[in-house]
Nanobody
Framework: QVQLVESGGGLVQPGGSLRLSCAAS????????MGWYRQAPGKERELVAT???????NYAESVKGRFTISRDNAKNTVYLQMNSLKLEDTAVYCC?????????????????WGQGTQVTVSS
């Protein structure tokens, strides 16, 4: 019903930058909160950053000052600008969106996830 497609991952050296994008498509009334989560090998998934449709942001302490989340509501797209990347930022980054949808005549707010994009920071 709602598809999230991420792009922009890759291999980068420590101190480098990457920009992730995630576009939402499908059948929905609106996209509410959007965000990025990541999961490193052997670790639990953790929040990286979220943004409301009004532009209010929230960041994990580990990425504050280095990462910036933004969104284009007209394109239903969220971005994550990652600067000063560190080895410990290596993970699969997944996009999340809360969409207001209509199902069988009823409205609901449902959670959707992208497939993830690999970010590898290595020298």
């Amino acid at each position: 019903q709602v598809q999230l497609v991420e792009s922009g991952g890759g291999l980068v050296q420590p101190g480098g930058s990457l920009r992730l994008s995630c576009a939402a498509s499908g059948s929905f009334v609106s996209i509410n909160d959007m965000g990025w989560y990541r999961q490193a090998p052997g670790k639990e998934r953790e929040l990286v950053a979220t943004i409301t449709n009004g532009g209010r942001t929230n960041y994990a302490e580990s990425v504050k000052g280095r990462f910036t989340i933004s969104r284009d509501n007209a394109k239903n797209t969220v971005y994550l600008q990652m600067n000063s990347l560190k080895l410990e930022d290596t993970a699969v980054y997944c996009c999340n969106a809360v969409a207001h949808v209509r199902l069988l005549g009823r409205y609901a707010n449902n959670d959707y996830w992208g497939q993830g994009t690999q970010v590898t920071v290595s020298s």
